[in-house]
């Protein structure tokens, strides 16, 4: 059996950036008299019949439970005097492109992740500056001076830990994880705000027994490549502090889809179809946040004998809408799906992107 060492360049100082709550928070700029209330953007429900889900929404909209991808009608349900807005999204790419050039005038090893967040890397910038930490701070001073507006920023070695220290104190936060800081940092960490795992990894991971960093630094790395595959090689690097992806400049996004395996099979087409409006919602939402449209959907279906069935629809016109996408995929599941053979996983994508 080859074994790899384990390989940590610190020698990058990367930061990430993550607006806060980017499209309330330029509503609320824009509009003085929605400060301090549960701003929502999305579809009212009472004025869409229920459809329509939360693109993003106030810290005071947060307090209720709200988050993004949240059907708009359960949104409105935990909170009946938030205020929706069906949002500007030309407006958000305008100032998501004055973000950015406001990262350029420090580095041009930008990767942006959406509209309202990017990775840095100052390790050498435009102006010399050592201090990463001063260049976060600098670009959080330009966002609020130049356009009314709070940014979380997170630096350290690598992406990893430049995320995960951006969402520790949101808003307007700004977190420094050093070397010798990160592993203790990660031991002390729910295992589920460790970036890239997701609900279902989360759950396999409680079921061995492991909640924390610290457990997961005790789980030998074959069992975790034996449980998760590559994801487990990269996950016993990170409980270590290890990840040295670059920043990459010309990252382009292909397509955006959601899917969820089920360990209990679905035989009721009202339950395949529920999960699968749960899927548009969360497809629909992330669509939004990284301005994309797609002329195409896709569903994937795989069965309880593990047959996997993929079908595709494309549109005249590019779309970011949950009732077109929800619409295109029902009729689709109508024309091909089994519920009775039982099914493992559901899959929705959205593709060939409107350029």
Request: a positive charge; aromatic letters at 8%; glycine letters at 8%.
């Amino acid at each position: 059996m080859l074994i790899f060492p384990l390989i940590n360049d610190v020698s990058r100082k990367i930061i990430h950036i993550d607006m806060d709550a980017f499209f309330a928070a330029i509503e609320v700029r824009d509009n003085p008299a929605l400060k301090g209330k549960p701003v929502v953007i999305g579809a009212d429900p009472r004025l869409s019949g229920g459809r329509g889900v939360v693109s993003t929404c106030s810290y005071e909209a947060r307090a209720f439970g709200i988050h993004s991808a949240m059907s708009s009608k359960e949104a409105y349900e935990r909170c009946p005097q938030a205020i929706f807005i069906s949002g500007n999204y030309e407006k958000y790419q305008e100032v998501g492109h004055q973000v950015r050039e406001i990262f350029h005038r420090y580095t041009d090893l930008v990767e942006p992740m959406s509209i309202d967040e990017a990775y840095l890397d100052v390790t050498e910038n435009k102006l010399g500056i050592n201090s990463a930490v001063k260049i976060a701070k600098l670009i959080q001073y330009d966002i609020w001076n130049e356009l009314h507006l709070t940014a979380s920023a997170g630096v350290s070695y690598n992406k990893f830990l430049a995320k995960i220290a951006s969402d520790m104190k949101k808003p307007r936060g700004l977190t420094l994880i050093l070397p010798e800081e990160a592993v203790g940092v990660l031991a002390a960490l729910p295992v589920e705000k460790f970036h890239g795992v997701g609900k279902k990894t989360v759950k396999r991971l409680h079921e061995m027994g492991v909640y924390t960093g610290k457990d997961l630094l005790e789980v030998p790395e074959m069992v975790l490549i034996d449980k998760f595959g590559r994801f487990g090689y990269d996950l016993y690097r990170k409980a270590r502090g290890i990840s040295n992806s670059p920043v990459k400049v010309n990252r382009v996004r292909k397509s955006i889809g959601k899917e969820r395996t089920y360990r209990k099979l679905l035989y009721r087409e009202e339950d395949a179809l529920k999960e699968l409006a749960s899927l548009c919602q969360r497809v629909a939402a992330s669509l939004t946040k990284h301005q994309k449209k797609g002329r195409t959907i896709v569903l994937k279906i795989r069965y309880g004998d593990f047959t996997t069935l993929t079908r595709r629809h494309s549109l005249e016109e590019a779309t970011d809408q949950v009732e077109t996408i929800d619409s295109q995929v029902r009729k689709i599941f109508e024309e091909v799906g089994q519920p009775d053979k039982g099914i493992r996983l559901l899959g929705v994508t959205v593709t060939n992107f409107q350029t």
